[in-house]
């Protein structure tokens, strides 16, 4: 038994094995140049004081955490937290509960339902960017009237960029909602069904359960992408309005992570570079924690079948 | 008798509801459409009204015109290396991550899985962590123009890609190649005459997703490539409505139009396949 096991696919991988550079080459080069270089040296100059790269000097050992530090101290960066942290939650609940709701109401075998699908999911292929400018267009073409602007008040760019991302996000769940629903066992819901269930029962004692892994899939993602935003910010408030602070700190009030580690290293400050870097490790390690729980669950689910 | 009744109307009321959010869902396209064709001073003013031709309003062309040269960069020009770099990325990705792919499945050493395990682990690493060294690098590989750029996509999106094509490799059966390599196919004949027909539907889905990733993408060539020179048409709009004091919002408009334009034309034809290859990427990602 063992003996199979160890010839099955030998014959493949003995003539393979050669073609290495062929293969492997152009994929570990880029690799190497796009990804685990850059990665490397991105958790070195965390710990090093620079302006430019080349010229990175190393913190000495008493201060050696002096950048994780100053991006702690950074009251801009434990704003852009919860700020992040808030928006990520709110949209997190309105994008999952309207997709489910658009999916569920999509697979009641209705007329024109792919026409339907079509429309919501079509903001999904259009870039951040212009997302940002249409809808600060259209939120300015509002708020113009009240005479103000989405850039004069926080509330308006945080309830701003939920409607842009529920618009943008609801097509997209929706169609990982709609594969859910459709795997619902069909003899499951006949039996509700005889059994004299009304609908809400049935949604909520058989369809919920059997979508789960659906939901958990798309809370997963909206959560990683709402950490994760950057255009749509950026191209919607910018971080607009600042404030600042008694201390004379400037905090910009729309201003999410990835964004506060974009403008930390643009800063004159002798010391930006390298706490830019270290905020940025801090926000991978926050990311990562998150999509490593992802693929975690999504594995476990895949051995249970 | 009565309930089918009452389940119709319901039905009605359904499609009733989804009809409006609907039409809610295509009037921020529709706004682009009125005020490409808006004079400027009236885009802010009067954002939701009709420009008809001949009103004070009407801008005619007159916008597109302006938006081809203003902001001191042709337009045409970022339309032009937004298409090279999207078409050599994708192609670029496609066939370097599904022979990678093929070769970490079948070949399955010590080394593969090491790669394997770092593909998988790059997909978790948000780009803010690598941008400043990953510009860096990229700037001194020369790396900074269209045409070599997709060399920084190919390192940076092949977590993904690797992953999605493993996947599937390891689903099709061993005999076939082997009856292949029994038949005297070396494995380069193997691959390419054997295997790639059978990943097709797993390029297209990866070859969707990526066209939309480096399509939209913003920081990544805002950062890598050379600013003087090359501009996508995301870097393009962000430098129009971001860097300079007084925005013609008539002409800028003008110039999202012509950027969504093809993209919902790219939707609407291959609409099938990109739900199927956004839903297999985010059910597996």
């Known amino acids: ?305 | 008798m009565k309930g089918l009744a009452s389940e119709r109307r319901n039905k009605m009321i359904l499609s009733i509801i989804l009809s409006v959010i609907c039409i809610i869902y295509v009037l921020p396209v529709l706004a682009v459409l009125i005020n490409s064709f808006k004079l400027n001073t009236f885009v802010k003013t009067d954002t939701f009204a009709i420009p008809l031709p001949g009103s004070e309003m009407w801008a005619g062309v007159d916008n597109f015109v302006k938006g081809m040269t203003f902001g001191e960069y042709p337009f045409w020009d970022s339309v032009k290396y937004s298409v090279i770099i999207t078409v050599l990325s994708t192609a670029l990705i496609l066939v370097g991550t599904s022979m990678a792919a093929w070769y970490i499945a079948r070949v399955n050493s010590l080394f593969c899985k090491i790669l394997y395990f770092l593909c998988v682990f790059s997909m978790v690493v948000p780009f803010q962590m690598v941008m400043f060294t990953l510009s860096n690098t990229a700037d001194q590989l020369k790396l900074n123009t269209p045409w070599t750029i997709p060399v920084v996509y190919l390192g940076f999106g092949a977590g993904l890609a690797i992953f999605m094509f493993v996947g599937f490799v390891k689903s099709i059966p061993l005999e076939i190649e082997e009856a292949a390599a029994i038949d005297g196919c070396g494995p380069v004949r193997t691959f390419f005459m054997v295997v790639v027909p059978m990943l097709k539907p797993t390029m297209i889905s990866v070859g969707i997703l990526e066209i939309m990733w480096v399509w939209n993408d913003y920081l990544l060539p805002y950062l890598v490539l050379d600013l003087e020179k090359y501009r996508t048409i995301t870097i393009h709009i962000q430098y129009l409505k971001g860097s300079y004091g007084t925005v013609d919002l008539g002409a800028t408009t003008a110039l999202i139009l012509l950027s969504i334009i093809p993209v919902i034309v790219f939707y609407l034809t291959c609409q099938k396949h990109i739900i199927k290859g956004v839903a297999a990427g985010a059910v597996k990602g």
């Open chain 1, 1 to 305: 038994m063992k003996r199979k096991k160890l010839t099955r696919g030998n014959t493949i991988r003995r003539s393979t094995r050669r073609w290495f550079p062929l293969f492997l080459g152009p994929v570990v080069a880029a690799f190497v140049i796009g990804f685990i270089w850059p990665f490397i040296q991105g958790i070195y100059l965390s710990f090093c004081q620079f302006k430019l790269i080349k010229d990175a000097k190393p913190l000495g050992l008493d201060n050696l955490f002096g950048n994780y530090l100053r991006a702690f101290k950074d009251a801009s960066f434990t704003h852009a937290f919860w700020y992040t942290a808030m928006y990520a939650v709110v949209s997190l609940v309105l994008i999952n509960v309207l997709a489910f709701a658009v999916a569920y109401a999509l697979t009641q075998s209705i007329k024109g339902s792919n026409i339907f699908r079509t429309v919501f999911f079509m903001p999904n292929l259009i870039g951040g960017i212009v997302l940002g400018y249409i809808w600060s267009m259209i939120f300015d073409g509002i708020l113009s009237r009240f005479s103000t602007s989405i850039v004069l008040e926080s509330k308006y760019g945080f309830w701003g960029l939920i409607i842009l991302m529920c618009w943008q996000q609801i097509g997209y769940m929706m169609i990982i909602y709609i594969a859910g629903l459709q795997a619902v066992p069909e003899d499951m819901l006949e039996a509700a069904r005889i059994d004299g269930a009304s609908k809400s029962q049935t949604l909520f004692r058989v369809t919920i359960p059997n979508v789960m892994p659906s939901i958990t899939i798309c809370m997963f993602l909206s959560l990683t992408n709402g950490f994760k935003l950057f255009d749509q910010n950026l191209a919607l408030t910018a971080g607009k309005p600042i404030i600042t602070q008694p201390g004379g700190t400037m905090i910009k009030t729309t201003e999410m992570l990835a964004l506060n580690i974009y403008t930390t290293y643009y800063n004159s400050n002798i010391n930006a570079h390298g706490t830019a870097q270290a905020k940025a490790v801090i926000f991978f390690i926050l990311v990562a924690g998150l999509g490593l729980a992802q693929l975690a669950y999504t594995r476990k689910k895949e051995v249970q079948q």
